[in-house]
């Protein structure tokens, strides 16, 4: 019983990194109603920033606050300078410049710190907490996931940019003829979506360590986990996240084995497309034409 609990707790703070890189990938998708192939590459990207800074003497903290400025600036940089010249017409065009923006982060990244696995520190003390059935880590990493989570709720919800961010990803016409400067709002979209996947990227580079791959398996947990939840629901995200962690560590410890596990989330998202492409959470929307 205690092994179950623990691998159940494993599982709940894989889930809070992979609810971050879904809530991520929801940002962007209500903006431009694609997928962010490149959103687990700025993540890395974004983490080695961090390392850096600390490096150079910087606090974690300070070193964390920096990392999400530089973050989000970068996010609007690459919506500003990439997405908007090309436009939103063609989805196979978008496709290709997501993919080319994975490949570029990861090369310059390669470039600029080389190959070689870093150890990446924790903001939390070492130790177990909850009877030892869960790190300090680990626990922090959930509680962070909630934070965005309840941070976002309110912000969306009671702001009014972010009411106005809300109106320009559900009709942007319309919202332009309402005064909404949109090109605005869908910049402080990618911002925030590169803010979010930086976070998640401080946080797992703790466990799998740093280098110019290290996003490579996590961002697709991270599609899984949009997929699950809801692809426009950030809320529905962040349970699909959760969800996923502890199903897919349930299963890889006690019936499919650790390297299947991969394979898992694969069979998730066909399976979610195929059968639920709304997710559990989302909602199906009718048209009428």
């Keep these: 019983m205690n092994a179950f609990i623990h691998q159940f707790a494993a599982g709940l703070a894989n889930g809070g990194i992979y609810a971050s890189i ?11 109603h694609l997928l962010n192939f490149a959103q687990g590459e700025m993540a890395m990207f974004s983490t080695f920033i961090a390392w850096t800074l600390i490096q150079s003497g910087f606090g974690y903290w300070p ?31 978008l496709v290709v410049v997501f993919i080319g923006l994975l490949l ?65 990803a559900q009709n942007a016409v319309s919202s332009r003829l309402s005064g909404v ?3 605005l709002m869908l910049g402080l979209g990618w911002g925030l979506a590169a803010a979010i996947g930086a976070i998640a990227g401080m946080m797992v580079a ?37 969800l996923l962690g502890v199903v897919e560590n349930l299963l890889g410890t006690y019936l499919i084995g650790h390297d299947m596990k991969l394979t898992f989330a694969l069979v998730i998202i066909v399976a979610v ?15 009428r034409v």
């Design 63 to 93: 070193a964390f606050a920096i990392t999400l400025a530089a973050s989000f600036a970068l996010g609007m940089a690459v919506e500003r300078l990439v997405i908007r010249p090309i436009g939103l017409g063609s989805h196979l065009k």
């Design 181 to 183: 400067p949109v090109d």
């Design 206 to 242: 703790h466990v799998l360590f740093l280098d110019p791959n290290m996003m490579a398996a996590v961002v697709l947990y991270g599609f899984a986990a949009a997929l699950v939840g809801g692809i426009d629901n950030p809320g529905g995200a962040v349970a699909g996240g959760f």
């Design 273 to 287: 497309l195929g059968f639920r492409p709304a997710g559990i959470f989302g909602v199906r929307m009718a048209r």
């Design 22 to 32: 879904g809530l991520a990938l929801v940002m962007i998708h209500r903006s431009t």
């Design 104 to 168: 570029i982060f990861n090369s310059v990244a390669g470039w600029l710190w080389t190959y070689d696995i870093r150890p990446f520190p924790s903001p939390f003390p070492d130790g177990k907490l909850f009877g030892g059935f869960i790190s300090a880590h680990q626990a922090g990493s959930i509680a962070i996931t909630l934070l965005i989570q309840a941070g976002l709720f309110l912000f969306f919800r009671y702001t009014p940019v972010g009411l106005a961010m809300r109106a320009a």
